[in-house]
């Protein structure tokens, strides 16, 4: 999920999801039987009115569904729809609306959460026993191999996370600079050797060999679906990607349109005694993902609340022109949950050389106005620091926020002996009246601080080839991120770490070209650190340097305003679930 703004933009301008009220069937009656043997938890999300039964339809109009095959998903919210669903991992995160708890990875198809050794660089799990796919036949370890062995397909198995490319213990190829194994469709000899090697399997325990410590692998395999289990004989490669052949208590029922979605039933080869409620209650008897309608229909229909939208949830923004209609009744349907991205500001350091002017910068933002700007606290929440508030490595009031000090500003202008006003150009995405507002947001506070501000609006299209580029023109440019899983590693590394990402022709994801060895050097440290905790101190520090050298300046946290119907039971948005609507608890009453 650690996408750049283009991808963020789509997925916080999307969610959807609707329930459908459902006659009872005997199958109906067959499931309520089952789902008894569920295992209760401690900590399960309220279950009150929550029963088997009934057909939840989920809304989505942007970003439509871009894959369904486990080594290829990258989507926030269908990762988290899929998990809760139809594929299953070794660890997983549970329902709960406490974030650390849903942080904090419990047991899945693994018997324990995972045993490390050899400093983090050795991970050994066991699978239990009774659980199968769709078709009956038991799950094996080499399922998990095998599923792992495609994420290295990178010209078959497109446009999902890659991580294994660099972790897992394979040599590189000195001539393309990737691993010599190339995935289970056409490597050579000497490359599936090495992957052998790499990844073992004795009986049902397998063990994963890492080139370098990973001590947060398994909040990676919570987070994403690159380990899944996958069985080689359904793989049909490239036309896997909208196949879903399913570990968990759905299977699907006919095909997927890309257009249109599809529909979600029970898989009746699953057995609910291998898993517990506290990851998956799987109330509903259909899911129907339907696929097309824009946010102002989807809640215009839940308003309305008849039908079958009595029993839908959304995962689709309330549209900022509604939310003057969003009263008495509805109110009380209507829930705002702070999204998994941050918006923030970065410098670029090829223009921006003197410290006291990018501190008069961040000084003089004034974070209010841009947030009332966009709508106000139902549409973002005030940002201090670019890690997340839901995720391991976040300081609390790194930086100011608020209204910024414009006086402390031309102080430090003063002190750094520049000619005022200082003339800046802000580059932005402009997609509309409400982000060309906050663009003037932020003028108005600069300027009160001795700047000079020339707006520089760009189509979400050109955007990016622009300022990803070493030469573009721009002195601070506006960003967004979401991380890959709850820990810093995957937030300040691969944004600020000039090694990946800065060449002579590309800024790669460090659009504003920052380079510090001492950062650099705390993130070779949280990467080779034996366990999460001593990584996450590190991780800190290093936060602490990019914040000293005002590398960026966090501005909001974008949030997701959703409504749902009167007839929803168990409804609860989680971190588990990236916030959007948690498919483990939701039921139809």
């Known amino acids: 999920m650690a996408t750049r703004t283009t991808n963020v933009l789509a997925a916080v301008a999307a969610i959807a999801s609707i329930v459908l009220a459902g006659c009872r069937t005997n199958d109906d009656q067959r499931h309520q039987s089952r789902s008894a043997q569920l295992h209760e938890e401690p900590g399960d999300p309220p279950s009150a009115g929550a029963a088997a039964g009934g057909t939840l339809v989920y809304y989505s109009h942007f ?41 904090t990875y419990v047991p899945d198809l693994a018997t324990d959460t995972g045993t490390s050794s050899q400093g983090a660089r050795t991970w050994t799990f066991t699978l239990r026993d009774g659980v199968t796919w769709q078709d009956g036949r038991p799950i094996a370890c080499a399922d998990f191999k095998y599923g792992a062995s495609r994420v290295f397909a990178t010209d078959v198995i497109t446009g999902g996370p890659q991580y294994l490319l660099t972790y897992l213990d394979i040599p590189l190829d000195e001539r393309t600079g990737l691993p010599i194994y190339t995935g289970p469709y056409h490597s050579s000899a000497t490359g599936r050797a090495a992957f052998d090697r790499a990844i073992t399997c004795n009986g049902r325990t397998i063990t994963y060999h890492f080139k370098k410590p990973w001590a947060d692998f398994p909040l990676a395999v919570a987070s994403l679906h690159m380990m899944d289990p996958y069985r080689a004989d359904k793989d049909r490669g490239r036309r896997s990607d909208f196949q879903i052949f399913s570990n968990g208590p759905y299977e699907l029922e006919g095909t997927w349109d890309e257009e249109e979605g599809g529909t979600l039933v029970r898989n009746p080869s699953y057995d609910p005694s291998t898993d517990t409620t506290r990851s998956r209650r799987a109330l509903p008897n259909r899911i129907v993902f339907d696929i097309g309608k824009n946010p102002e229909q989807i809640t215009d229909r839940l308003i309305a609340d008849r039908g079958r939208d009595r029993a839908a949830v959304s995962g689709e923004s309330i549209p900022r022109t509604y939310f003057s209609r969003i009263t008495g009744e509805v109110a009380e349907r209507a829930v705002a949950v702070t999204s998994p991205y941050t918006w923030f500001l970065v410098p670029n350091f090829r223009r921006l050389t003197v410290l006291k002017v990018r501190q008069a910068l961040a000084a003089s933002v004034d974070v209010t106005a841009w947030v009332e700007a966009g709508g106000g606290d139902k549409a973002e929440k005030e940002a201090t620091d670019i890690v997340h508030p839901a995720m391991r490595g976040y300081q609390k009031g790194l930086f100011p926020g608020g209204s910024g000090n414009p006086a402390r500003a031309r102080q430090l202008l003063e ?21 060309d507002a906050q663009a003037e947001a932020l003028k108005q506070g600069w300027e009160k601080a001795g700047f000079k501000v020339g707006l520089d609006g760009r189509t979400e299209k050109e955007y990016y080839g622009i300022v990803g580029q070493p030469s573009q ?38 659009l504003g070209r920052y380079r510090s060895a001492r950062f650099e050097a705390l993130v070779d440290e949280a990467q080779n650190a034996p366990d999460l905790d001593a990584a996450t101190t590190v991780l800190q520090q290093a936060d602490q340097v990019l914040a000293d050298d005002v590398a960026y300046i966090p501005l909001g946290i974008p949030v997701f305003y959703l409504l749902h119907g009167s007839a929803v039971t168990g409804y609860v948005n989680t971190a588990a679930s990236n916030w959007y609507p948690d498919l483990g608890a939701i039921g139809v009453r």
Do not use: M
């Open 415 to 435: 002190s750094a002996g520049v000619q005022t006003p200082y003339p800046i150009t802000f580059s932005y995405i402009s997609n509309g009246p409400i982000a």
């Open 63 to 103: 970003p439509l569904v871009e894959h369904l095959d486990p080594q290829r998903l990258y989507n926030g919210r269908d990762i988290s729809n899929l998990a809760r669903t139809v594929y299953r991992s070794w660890v997983t995160f549970p329902v709960s609306a406490d974030v650390e708890t849903a942080t």
């Open 473 to 510: 023109k721009a002195d601070i440019l506006w960003t967004g991120w979401g991380p890959d899983w709850p820990s810093a590693i995957t937030v300040t590394p691969p944004l600020f770490d000039s090694r990946p990402n800065l060449t002579e022709t590309s800024n790669g994801d460090d």
